[in-house]
T-cell receptor, first 109, second 113 residues
Framework: GQNIDQPTEMTATEGAIVQINCTYQTSGFNGLFWYQQHAGEAPTFLSYNVLDGLEEKGRFSSFLSRSKGYSYLLLKELQMKDSASYLCAALDSNYQLIWGAGTKLIIKP | IAGITQAPTSQILAAGRRMTLRCTQDMRHNAMYWYRQDLGLGLRLIHYSNTAGTTGKGEVPDGYSVSRANTDDFPLTLASAVPSQTSVYFC????????????FGNGTRLTVT
């Protein structure tokens, strides 16, 4: 079956760096998305990776290893507003999105 | 402002009642989706539409129906609501390319009592 695994919850300190991991098993692979979702709000797009390697976008970076079925989202210089859930989703061979349950990130001052 | 509008924002519904959740987008996206989000679970696809006039079943379609009469509107209907349909419902759309990100509406919080 198809599956996405990511930690349920993580805690980090304001100003620090945090890495949120995601592993996936899908029937084929056409890329991996990360979304941010603040409590009570809609998910918003952060990144898309289809090739191996690291893509940097300001304080946020996303990494993909296709051979390992693994991705991570790296958040630097954490701010209180980064407290949110981070959703990992893989695009399978039929271009259907397979979603993880999300990682709730708690930022402490 | 371009985007997706969902209505209502929230609703309390008696079991057995019929309910239609509305979704309208002004981005001229062909592909539209309905998801439900429950605590501890990932977003689960209910129904989708790749273009006006066509619809398809997602992972959890039972008890729900959709229509796509035009590009902009994609309503979701619960014919006879049950308590297990208590959830947050998100409508989303996507531009042509499959690797385009989804744009989500603000969601409808539905409670079935």
């Amino acid at each position: 079956g198809q599956n996405i695994d990511q930690p349920t919850e993580m805690t980090a300190t304001e100003g620090a760096i945090v890495q949120i991991n995601c592993t996936y098993q899908t029937s084929g692979f056409n890329g991996l998305f990360w979304y941010q979702q603040h409590a009570g709000e809609a998910p918003t797009f952060l990144s898309y990776n289809v090739l191996d390697g690291l893509e940097e976008k300001g304080r946020f970076s996303s990494f993909l290893s296709r051979s390992k079925g693994y991705s991570y989202l790296l958040l630097k210089e954490l701010q209180m507003k980064d407290s949110a859930s981070y959703l990992c989703a893989a695009l399978d061979s039929n271009y259907q999105l397979i979603w993880g349950a999300g990682t709730k990130l708690i930022i402490k001052p | 402002i371009a985007g997706i509008t969902q209505a209502p924002t929230s609703q309390i519904l008696a079991a057995g009642r019929r309910m239609t959740l509305r979704c309208t987008q002004d981005m001229r996206h062909n592909a539209m989706y309905w998801y439900r989000q429950d605590l501890g679970l990932g977003l689960r696809l209910i129904h989708y539409s790749n273009t006006a006039g066509t619809t398809g079943k997602g992972e959890v379609p039972d008890g729900y129906s959709v229509s796509r009469a035009n590009t902009d509107d994609f309503p979701l209907t619960l014919a006879s609501a049950v308590p297990s349909q208590t959830s947050v419902y998100f409508c989303a759309s996507r531009a042509e390319s499959f690797n385009s990100p989804l744009h989500f509406g603000n969601g409808t919080r539905l409670t079935v009592t």
